[in-house]
């Protein structure tokens, strides 16, 4: 059972994103940004968001360590809140809806809560660990097609072989514009069958959130290279999607996996 001071902080996680939406909405698609060392962007209220989290958890829940994505791990040795303050921030800059804020909560090998704030919408996703996702306070669940299966893919590098690889196996694969946490968001709702990350890079605060959404809602996990899942191994290729689009991804792992070690190693 989760514990009372988790789902506690998993509320003010919620208010402050909330009480952000204002500005994000007023300043969307009109905000100058600069460059991280590997190129990405970053906007002042990736940064005012990170701190703003990390400054109040540290007041209310002091025991709870933290990593911000742009402020940086200050974890402890317990649980800890990992947060994305703008999820997708090329696509809040281009005016796109795929950005979302997001957060999960991190204890060891599990993610017992998360959240995923569609502030374009003013849509709230969430979790806890064996309670189930839930959109707007309303239960959400996985779509089980039979065929047909719609997935998508992070991996330009290896997109081609991929497709071809699956697509004989009534699966279409789609290359995706935006970040993790909208693909999740995607399987969580039935929309999609599955996502796949084949892009080689990754992070606890680019998967975490949507990883434990989607399972809540019924999604499964498939670790790409013949090993076992862990959240700390959320860098590796993997795939999350419908149990059937599952098996289909196990049946192929072998050569899957061929595939990114050529272009990535391992």
């Not at 100058?32 to 970053?42: A, I, M, N, Q, Y």
């Not at 670790?223 to 991804?249: C, H, M, N, Q, T």
Request: contains cysteine; glycine residues 12%.
């Amino acid at each position: 059972m989760v514990d009372q001071r988790v789902r506690e902080s998993l509320g003010l996680v919620i208010e402050v994103f909330r009480g952000f939406r204002g500005e994000l909405m007023e300043h969307f698609g009109r905000l100058d940004f600069e460059r991280k060392g590997d190129l990405s962007p970053v906007t002042v209220y990736d940064r005012k968001i990170d701190e703003e989290v990390r400054r109040r958890l540290a007041e209310d829940f002091p025991e709870m360590g933290y990593e911000g994505e742009e402020t940086g791990d200050s974890r402890g040795s317990g649980g800890y809140w990992t947060v994305d303050p703008i999820d997708g921030t090329t696509s809040y800059i281009r005016r796109l809806t795929s950005c979302t804020s997001m957060a999960a909560y991190v204890d060891g090998e599990d993610i017992l809560a998360a959240v995923i704030y569609d502030f374009v919408g003013d849509v709230l996703y969430t979790a806890i660990r064996g309670e189930g996702a839930y959109r707007d306070g309303e239960k959400i669940e996985i779509f089980e097609s039979d065929r047909m299966f719609e997935v998508n893919m992070h991996g330009r590098k290896v997109f081609s072989e991929v497709s071809a690889l699956l697509s004989p196996q009534d699966f279409r694969v789609h290359h995706p514009m935006g970040a993790m946490g909208r693909q999740a968001l995607h399987i969580a709702e039935g929309k999609f069958d599955g996502y796949m990350n084949l892009d080689g890079r990754g992070a606890m605060h680019d998967f975490a959130p949507g990883i434990l959404i989607a399972m809540e809602a019924g999604a499964v996990v498939v670790p790409i290279l013949d090993e076992e899942s862990s959240i700390y191994r959320w860098d590796r290729p993997f795939f999350i999607g419908s149990g059937k689009a599952a098996e289909i991804v196990r049946r192929n792992r072998e050569e899957i996996g061929r595939i990114f070690v050529k272009n990535f190693g391992e």
